[in-house]
């Protein structure tokens, strides 16, 4: 099975990059499953029920969300009406919505896609997302109950995914990290037949500073003054995230390629 995987949509530049391009690029690299991170993609704080919509009539089969998957208040209805929206697993014991679900491509095979989030640097404390992973990977066996499984690592420590994607080798398909908004250039597959990258980097301007106007962010690094709020950079998106193709008897990675689509940076295909 080829799967899609795209970072982290940062507000409108990303969310137009990903609705007009992802039906081409579907297309294209003959993606049959396609998981987008939708969490900044209003406004760059949060995914609106509206939006989150449209990203799936794009081309998105699954929406997953991170540490601001309910900045958008209407999530919190959105998400229990709307399976195919996917919150980290354990968010918070009142949280509506579920952190994993089993999908289906056009074909039939299954996929299981769930999200976890990090503990270290993170601006509040999580569950250990290592047990909760577990559960769910021991009751969706990859080649068994689900063809293929990806699990989205939504943290800030790069050491903290590398551990996920070990501590995930040879029981998902994909092991990808999100949120820190950079692509990272360690795509590879791991020793049990995972594919991993540590993270997927956003879909947005990369003019910016991950993903915000400069101006602000820059303000604040070099007087350690704040002067206002940030905003979302508005130019040209790259559109980047992770292709893995998959055996689907085994549900073991054959093959992983970072993908760079438009925008500043340097262009990757499959
Ligand atoms: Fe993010
Ligand atoms: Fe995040």
Redesign the pocket.
């Known amino acids: 099975m080829k799967l899609l995987y795209l970072g982290?949509v940062m507000g409108r530049a990303g969310r137009s990059a990903v609705i007009g391009r992802l039906k081409t690029l579907r297309a294209d690299w003959g993606v049959d499953f396609c998981v987008v991170n939708g969490?900044?993609a209003t406004s760059g704080a949060g995914l609106s029920g509206s939006h989150a919509k449209a990203l799936l009539e794009a081309g998105a089969d699954v929406v997953v969300l991170?540490?601001?998957a309910f900045d958008q208040k209407d999530m919190l209805q959105f998400i229990g009406k709307e399976p195919r929206v996917i919150r980290p697993l354990k968010f918070d014991k009142d949280a509506p919505g579920r952190g994993s679900g089993v999908f289906q491509d056009a074909r039939g095979r299954k996929v299981l896609v769930a999200q976890v989030l990090g503990q270290v640097f993170m601006k509040r404390p999580f569950d250990d997302p290592f047990s909760a992973i577990d559960g769910v990977l021991k009751a969706h066996p990859r080649g068994g109950l689900v063809q293929a499984s990806l699990v989205d690592m939504?943290?800030e420590a790069t050491s903290e995914k590398m551990a996920m994607g070990h501590y995930c080798d040879g029981r998902a398909s994909v092991v990808v990290g999100?949120?820190?908004h950079v692509p990272t250039a360690d795509a590879m597959i791991l020793s049990g037949g995972t594919a991993y990258q540590t993270d997927a980097g956003m879909c947005g301007d990369y003019d910016s500073v991950i993903g915000m106007e400069k101006d602000e962010p820059m303000r604040r690094f070099v007087t350690g003054m704040s002067r206002g709020r940030f905003s979302p950079a508005l130019g040209e998106a790259t559109v980047s995230g992770l292709f893995v193709e998959t055996d689907d008897r085994t549900g073991a990675a054959l093959r992983v390629v970072p993908v760079r689509d438009g925008g500043r940076l340097s262009a990757a295909t499959p």
């Open positions: 982290d969490e900044n991170g540490d601001h939504h943290c999100s949120h820190t």
